[in-house]
């Protein structure tokens, strides 16, 4: 087993089985713009309003020619009327706004960005608004035709989201105290409601000392009961899409196929940054048994280079973050991808489905012997529990695979290569053995 961690150690080794969410009903009709079933009626819309009537490109690029209409011609339209909801168009013009707004930034790495998530579950997604990284995030909902500012969260730009939970997580570190605290948010009645909030504390020496629940000192079994109810995987809010254009438009409208969709917008970041150090790749692999494949964007090669994984309902959805050295795995027969890491000693991992377009967390485990001496000194945890050596090593047999795919760097990341993907033209993922390595 230690053989088999350490050789998915240096490929950069992660899981997660998957049925992606289907939080926005008729998702697939929600197209990147108020696309045309006629010309008449396009010029129509276009006077009707300020709201948001995107003509798609790829949509006049593949409608083709036609003869005068027969009274023979009993052939339906090739695309239907494109339903746009309320928000999509109230998150727009205000994202619009903020354009125009003296705080916008359009810097690559530290400028304004957005997340899109629906935390009531609703079917009206939230819009989490991060100017930089030294403001909190802005938190908006739609009601009717009108955008309401709910509050703020988070620090440094954006806010831990435990999506499985929907609920956030703000974190305070008291440093005259040495106590962390963690207070979990949902969104109940249009405000942000606290339901719970947990405290570590630790001596000089850096030991842990005392455990809190609501701000009263409790022992460690109710402190762990509590997290284990209301903790998860966590992925941020508030970062995640670029407040440009061409990005706005993929994330609130998207597209008429996923081929499309992701080309453009890996086109888009190919255009914007220059990459020559970072060496980005990505994947395309259909995890999820919907016939469409994952987007998955590698960072680079660095240890803390992360993949950026997308998928497509009609428009360019935000998954998350995971993996390391630039890339991730999915083990086939457990069908999950994998988030594994070491760093001086201490060894984590976890095992993801996606479910509602998110990453969820459904296996962790954790070892540090790698960082201390004495073997009695070694810890294990299996989902935050400690276990023995015995119970770790049968738990991580349990998740373990024999044939997985390596996601993040089967396709250089340049403008060809983003283009081609329009055409659906790819070099596709292979699956693997583990036995063969």
Known sequence: MKKLICLLLALGMMTAAF???????DAGEKKSSKSSVSDDENEGEEEE??????KKKDDEESEPETEPETEETTEPPTEPAVVIENWQDVYYNKLMAVIASPDYSSDWDGGTCFSLEDLDADGTPELFLSYNYEQPVEVYTCEGDDITYIGE?????????IPEKKLLVNSDYNTTVRITTDSYMGLNDGELVTVITTGTEYNELGELFNVYVNDECVDQKTYDEMVAMYDGGRETLGREFRANITEIELALYGGSS????????????????TYEEMYPTFSLCDITGDDVPELFISEGWAHVARVLVYTFDGRLRSIGTIGTYGGTTYNVEPQTIVNYDMHMGYEYGGDYEIRDCRFVRVFQYYNNCGAVENEADYEYKINDKPVTKDEYDAALAEHSTEHYVWLGGDNELDSGTAANVADGIY??????????Q
């Open 19 to 25: 049925s992606c969410g289907d939080d926005d009903e």
């Open 49 to 54: 309003t300020t709201k948001r009537s995107r």
């Open 427 to 436: 070099t596709e993922s292979e699956v693997r053995a583990v036995s063969a």
């Open 258 to 273: 996923w081929e499309k969709v992701y080309s453009e917008y890996l086109t888009e970041i190919a255009d914007k940054r």
């Open 153 to 161: 969260a988070g620090e440094y730009g954006y806010i831990n989201y």
